[in-house]
């Protein structure tokens, strides 16, 4: 019998793909059989290069934080933004939340909602026993279901949210797990219901940190100020505030990604909750503390992610790099997420306050095409160098000043 596609292993779906014996060999050089179980019809590994942000300080502590990213700046930023962060003792944590949640909902539409009230009210008992024995595992943790609640969305749609204490996972296999038993529960309304699934919303997984720099750090209260101005403008035109946002990411996704976590939902998350005031806006607010003469930031983000589980536990290098954090707890790793925001953050408006984005940002693209040209590791430098006291650069001009240092080297 013939195997489909997903049932052969990688070196038999690479023979089957219109490749060049070279194009074959490359992609086979990269196989993991460790990752060859986590994904279907998998074919090689895809790599993004990894970079530490060194002596980010958050709570009075220091951690070399991993970053996995292709965009070349932004590992450099983020290091900028902690330094300047740490002249005023580093970044520091504010709980707002007695525990992190995750969410589910079980979503009815042409639902009778007075039935619905009066089930969940009188079955409350039995719906936390279903949500128990669906997942003792995590109850035994001291997790669980912590508050079912209905939302009455439009004249047709309700949903039922399912509050769940994942502990130290992300928990979407728990939270589903929860649901489908909880689905069945509710069967006098399963004609009604459109299905069961978890929620990225994130808005129970908020995080808050903040961070002063004083003004002489920054070059001075003008920057200050312009950093001040350009957060206010982030609040209320949404242009900038994506792109604003998009740099703040830039350093949380890179961490969510080396971490093993979901950066999809990390992102799908905080621009919803970007938007929670009916108008899309920046995610951190900074302001003037003129008496100290301190520039004062802070960000609240949701983050939805674990510290184990899924991914996070079957990936080497995730757990390499949790080891690399000291093995954080989920809140803490939130904390460490969140503060390479912030910094990531402030590196990004004190560049378009002070520089100009573009001049550092280019600093580091001159390497990337330095690469493109063909040179060799020990040529990237020199030939980025070179490039950056240039008025203007394209391919050719770096493959000629290549030549050059060639021919100088020889």
């Known amino acids: 019998m013939t195997k489909k596609f997903y049932e052969k292993t990688p070196t038999e ?5 219109s490749l060049t014996a070279e194009l074959r060999q490359d992609f086979a050089a990269e196989q993991n059989l460790v990752n060859a179980a986590i994904v279907e019809n998998y074919i090689t590994d895809f790599r993004e290069p990894e970079g530490v942000l060194q002596r980010l300080q958050v709570d009075g502590h220091f951690y070399t934080v991993p970053m996995a990213i292709e ?6 930023a983020a290091n900028n933004g902690a330094r300047m962060l740490n002249f005023n003792g580093g ?11 995750t969410l589910g909902q079980l979503l009815f539409e042409d639902v009778n909602v007075a ?14 026993r279903v949500a128990d024995q669906a997942k003792p595992s995590i109850v035994k943790r001291g997790g669980g279901l912590v508050k079912v609640q209905l939302r009455e969305l439009s004249l047709k749609q309700v949903s039922v949210d399912f509050l769940i204490d994942t502990k130290e996972a992300m928990g979407a296999n728990i939270v589903n797990t929860i649901l489908a038993a909880e689905k069945e529960f509710f069967h006098p ?3 009604q219901c ?44 949404s242009y900038r505030a994506v792109t604003e946002n998009k740099g703040i990411f830039n350093g949380v996704g890179a961490v969510v990604l080396a971490t093993g976590n979901d950066w999809r939902a990390v992102e799908a998350a905080g621009h919803a909750y970007a938007s929670q005031l009916g108008s899309y806006q920046s995610l951190s607010q900074w302001s003037i503390d003129a008496n100290q003469q301190q520039l004062v930031g802070e960000l609240v983000l949701p983050l939805p992610i674990g510290s184990i589980g899924g991914a996070i536990t079957a990936l080497p290098q995730a757990q390499r790099n949790l080891a690399l954090l000291e093995q954080p707890s989920v809140q803490t790793l939130r904390e460490i997420i969140a503060a390479v925001g912030l910094a990531q953050n402030l590196a990004a408006l004190k560049a378009i306050a002070s520089e100009g984005i573009q001049a ?11 690469l493109q ?17 240039q008025k203007t650069v394209d391919t050719q001009l770096a493959s000629q000043i290549l030549e050059e240092i060639r021919r100088h080297e020889s």
Do not use: C, W
Not at 13 to 17: K, P, S, V
Not at 91 to 101: D, G, N, V
Not at 115 to 128: K, N, T
Not at 360 to 370: I, T
């Open 13 to 17: 779906r690479l023979n089957q793909l």
């Open 71 to 76: 965009e070349p700046s932004v590992i450099a």
């Open 91 to 101: 970044i520091f944590t504010e709980k707002i939340q007695s525990a992190a949640l």
């Open 115 to 128: 039935a619905l009230h009066e089930f969940i009210d009188q079955y409350a008992v039995e719906i936390q």
């Open 189 to 191: 309304f399963i004609q």
């Open 194 to 237: 459109l299905g069961a699934i978890l929620s990225n919303d994130g808005r129970h997984n908020l995080t808050k940190v903040q961070g002063r720099v004083p003004f002489a750090v920054l070059g001075g209260e003008v920057v200050a100020q312009k950093i001040a101005a350009l957060s206010r403008f982030a609040k209320v035109d």
């Open 360 to 370: 550092g940002h280019m600093r580091m693209q001159y390497r990337a095409l330095a």
């Open 373 to 389: 040209v063909g040179a060799q590791p020990h040529e990237v430098l020199p030939l980025a160098q070179r490039l950056s006291t």
